[in-house]
């Protein structure tokens, strides 16, 4: 599967910015999905996930109650919404795909597709 992530911009502190992630393929629903992010001079960090069906998904506890991943599996699509963005949010945030997969795998190395990440700026 293919994955690709847009959305990303330059926002004040307390904004709110909208994650894309279109993915390829026609068993989209068979795949959990995962935000993750990359801060400079950090290690990449999980923020949230959803399973197949966005039934039942998990977040990073920095971005919980702020975040919201959701999924429209008839346009091959997951989101994520982010309000109350704070200037530590800024970062690379990249899409994951993972074959029946579940929402509480937050490690990177579960995941089996990468889009490219979207750069997120949030200035104070």
């Known amino acids: 599967v293919q994955l690709q992530a847009f959305g990303g911009g330059l926002v004040q502190a307390g904004g709110s910015l909208r994650l894309s992630c279109a993915a390829s393929g026609r068993t989209f629903s068979s795949y959990s999905m995962g935000w993750f992010r990359q801060a400079p001079g950090k290690e990449r960090e999980f923020v949230a996930a959803?399973?197949?069906?966005?039934?039942?998904?998990h977040y990073a506890d920095s971005v919980k109650g702020r975040f919201t991943i959701s999924r429209d599996n008839a346009k091959n699509t997951v989101y994520l919404q982010m309000n109350s963005l704070k200037p530590e949010d800024t970062a690379v945030y990249s899409c994951a795909a993972r074959l029946y997969g579940l929402a509480q795998e937050v490690r990177a190395r579960e995941y089996d597709y990468w889009g490219q990440g979207t750069q997120v700026t949030v200035s104070s």
């Open positions: 959803s399973d197949g069906r966005g039934g039942t998904t």
